[in-house]
């Protein structure tokens, strides 16, 4: 028998729902957040609004472009957290009355996990390949930047993480710093194409193990930036393409170093024999997963060390309501449902 699920995700600036039919996306729909543009960064009370002004037309969109009736749905998925309350608070109190007025099963989805699960969104043909486990996963987002080790679809543990900002951040602040729009991490990345990525040299951290830290990159390109504005106004200006292709190239270094040391054959998990597997799968997930340097540097690592790579697609990568559905999809096989009293978290659970 075939399961339909609506997917809801409202955790950040993006609006997004979806359609799942068993593992295969009917339809995936978001409606962005341009109103945060001017400001540099999502202002929370802004993304509650526009949630609330989006989200019944994206919903209907997606169950429309689904060609499927409401009364087909099997379950709703929402994201429960992490993210900005007021934000969630808008997908989720969608989702409760959605189930109760369909007298269908609820499923609470936490955001993280649900980023990582996005590799078992199956083709229609259903041909692509998925991970096997356990994989590791590099997920680096705009709130976060962790290694997790999945053992199952929700049995993961979280083994090094930054313990300042997250990648997505580095991104993000640096681009603010070269006058550029939210989300800085896009145009940096388009920006970057044209630039050398070896012309300008950051100092970075030395941080032990499997955790990150970006802050301190951040602060060397804005002392940097604020030394060359003084000898030349117009430095930015001059200079933007080598710029974004060099501090992009250093926040790829750090991410790929530790991932090198996580992959080690001697060290990292390559040591340990799971499940009589010794070669684990490595995936990407979350936001900054879209960027093209990252994709590249990934695909050589492959070339370079034989590592099977998992690569979301660029909609699957970013914020979006399929990777909602598909995580809800596991848990609806599971019977793993949720309860109208259950409230939106801001910060991770422990799981
Ligand atoms: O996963 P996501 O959509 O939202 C969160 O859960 O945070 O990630 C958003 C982050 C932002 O920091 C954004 O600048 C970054 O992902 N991002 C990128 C690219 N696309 C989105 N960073 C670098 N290159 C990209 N192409
Ligand atoms: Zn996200």
Redesign the pocket.
């Known amino acids: 028998m075939q399961h339909f699920i609506l997917g809801i995700e409202s955790?950040?600036d993006d609006t997004s729902a979806a359609v799942i039919r068993d593992d295969v996306i009917l339809s995936n729909v978001t409606a962005g957040q341009d109103v945060h543009r001017i400001f540099g960064g999502v202002v929370p009370e802004l993304a509650s609004r526009a949630h609330q002004q989006n989200i019944i037309p994206v919903i209907e969109t997606a169950i429309q472009k689904a060609n499927i009736g409401k009364n087909q749905l099997s379950a709703v998925a929402f994201t429960r957290g992490p993210g900005l309350l007021g934000s969630l608070l808008v997908g989720t109190s969608f989702a409760k009355a959605f189930a109760l007025g369909l007298n269908i099963p609820l499923i609470e989805v936490d955001?993280l996990q649900a980023?990582i699960l996005c590799h078992f969104i199956r083709n229609a043909d259903r041909t692509n390949p998925i991970p096997s486990f356990p994989f590791l996963c590099l997920t680096v987002?705009?709130?976060h930047t962790q290694f997790v080790l999945i053992r199952d679809y929700f049995d993961m543990e979280i083994i090094g993480q930054t313990i300042d900002d997250a990648a997505?951040?580095a991104?993000?602040k640096a681009a603010k710093i070269m006058g550029l729009p939210y989300?800085?991490?896009?145009m940096?990345?388009k920006l970057a194409v044209q630039g050398d990525p070896k012309r300008f040299a950051f100092s970075k951290p030395n941080i032990p193990g499997l955790n990150f830290s970006f802050s301190g990159l951040k602060t060397s390109f804005l002392y940097f930036i604020r030394d060359e504005l003084k000898k030349d106004a117009e430095f930015i200006e001059k200079n933007k393409a080598d710029l974004c292709a060099s501090i992009q190239a250093a926040i790829i270094e750090m991410l790929m170093t530790k991932l090198t040391l996580a992959m080690d054959a001697k060290t990292g998990l390559n040591s340990l024999i799971i499940n009589g597997k010794i070669l684990p799968d490595v995936a990407i997930a979350?936001?900054?997963s879209?960027?093209?340097g990252l994709r590249k540097a990934l695909e050589d690592a492959r070339d370079a060390f034989g590592w099977n790579i998992f690569v979301p697609p660029v909609q699957y990568s970013?914020?979006n309501a399929a990777m909602i559905a598909i995580a809800g999809y596991f848990k609806f096989l599971r019977g793993d449902f949720g309860s109208q009293s259950d409230t939106p978290y801001a910060r991770s659970q422990k799981r």
């Open positions: 955790s950040c955001h980023h987002s705009g709130g997505g951040e991104f993000d989300p800085g991490g896009p940096i990345d979350g936001g900054v879209a960027n093209s970013t914020d």
